[in-house]
């Protein structure tokens, strides 16, 4: 079953999965609502049963999948884009993640995987909620955002990307980000994000944050020096637009919203999207490395993925608050050595990396962006069976 989920009193848009066996929607039993949670809350949920000649979906575990932004929406983009059965053109799409998974999340998605896990763990050991909760796994997740802000420079002068002038032009717009965390100001500190975005958008011709290989327009780029509308402007630009491209928006505000016929006519798909970024502009940079810890404590399988090629959350970002966790185990995982993944679509290539201790485990996931469904979709589909212990 895959739920899509919006909430729209906290702004935050997530798709919840139960996926079983082979999934092929056209044959498969759906329902969808629009209901009322309480006052001044509202939630749409989409269920598809898959077909599956191995289990029932009551036997299957339930999986959570968190986009990113924030303001990127699962029911939009991550179920169309990346993971659903069908693609924004509506075929099948070949990657499916239409086998049992655990909780997967993406991007600023994986923050709220984190939170929300914690608390789903704190319910089933009380006992007010019964589940058998299996693992999170964290995809190039804004967990740490100060690490990822501080490592853009490096990473980007490793890769040709930066000379030294341009890495000391980033170097001190994220050092005053990183003055902006020590002191609280978070809301600054978001400020200070975008501008030292920009700052990497000027030296870099325009490398796209998602993905290095790539580069923004030209006009873009010209348009990143201009902040007169603050940096929600520049924030639209970067990272809201290409969640929303134009074929993905009339899917969804057309065939999509005529087919559910529950929406209603004041809501407009991908119409929140600057707000909800601006609601948690306050909560954007706070870090919840203290999150994964208390995961970790309470014996939660936690799984850290990352793209290679991704800039806005670097693996060397994700490596360095790896190394500030008091789990255990730490010590144990740092001195193993990680085992190489061929490439599922090119024989004696390597796909990706990964180590694995105890609860713990990090895929370092090669040629893939910000989105590895997306650019890696058979790797990705092979590490999710592996985390799910089908492989």
């Known amino acids: 079953i895959r739920v899509c989920v919006y909430l729209n009193e906290y702004n935050v848009t997530f798709v919840v999965l139960i996926i079983t066996g082979s999934c092929v929607p056209v044959q498969a039993k759906e329902s969808w609502g629009y209901v009322d949670v309480r006052d001044g809350a509202h939630m749409f949920w989409w269920l598809y049963y ?19 932004g924030p303001g990127g929406s699962s029911c939009g983009f991550g179920n169309f884009e990346e993971i659903g059965p069908l693609d924004r053109d509506l075929k099948p799409r070949e990657t499916s993640w239409s086998t049992p998974f655990y909780i997967f999340s993406e991007s600023y998605g994986g923050k709220m995987a984190a939170a929300i896990s914690l608390e789903l763990t704190k319910a089933v050991q009380a006992g007010s909620i019964k589940c058998n909760f299996a693992g999170v796994a964290l995809g190039d997740s804004w967990i740490s955002p100060i690490d990822s802000v501080m490592t853009w420079g490096p990473y980007l002068y490793s890769t040709s990307l930066l000379d030294d002038n341009g890495l000391d032009e980033v170097t001190k717009a994220a050092k005053a980000v990183l003055e902006a965390v020590r002191q609280g100001q978070y809301q600054k500190a978001t400020d200070l994000w975008s501008i030292t975005e920009n700052v990497v958008e ?13 580069q923004n327009s030209d006009e873009m780029v010209k348009t990143s020096s201009d902040q007169t509308n603050g940096f929600l402007s520049s924030l639209k630009r970067r990272h809201i637009r290409p969640l929303h491209r134009q074929s993905l928006s009339e899917l969804m505000n057309g065939p999509i919203r005529q087919k559910l016929g529950v929406i209603p006519k004041n809501v407009t798909w991908g119409g929140q999207a600057e707000a909800v970024f601006e609601s948690m502009a306050g909560d954007f940079m706070k870090p919840v490395v203290d999150i994964v810890d208390q995961l970790l404590a309470a014996g939660v399988n936690v799984t850290i993925y990352n793209g290679q090629l991704d800039l806005i959350v670097d693996t060397m970002g994700q490596e360095l608050w790896v190394k500030q966790l008091k789990w255990d185990g730490l010590q144990y995982f740092n001195k193993m050595k990680w085992t190489a993944l061929e490439d599922p679509q090119t024989q004696s290539q390597t796909g990706a990396f990964y180590k694995t201790y105890k609860n713990f485990a990090f895929y370092w996931i090669l040629k893939a962006g910000h989105m590895i469904p997306s650019d890696q979709g058979p790797m990705a589909l092979r590490m999710l069976k592996m985390v799910t212990q089908q492989e």
Do not use: E, R
Request: hydrophobic letters at 40%; charged letters at 5%.
């Open 202 to 214: 000027q030296n870099t011709n325009g490398v796209n944050f998602y993905n290095i290989l790539t």
């Open 50 to 68: 898959a077909n599956s000649s191995s289990a029932s979906y009551k036997d299957l575990p339930l999986v959570m999948w968190l986009q990113g």
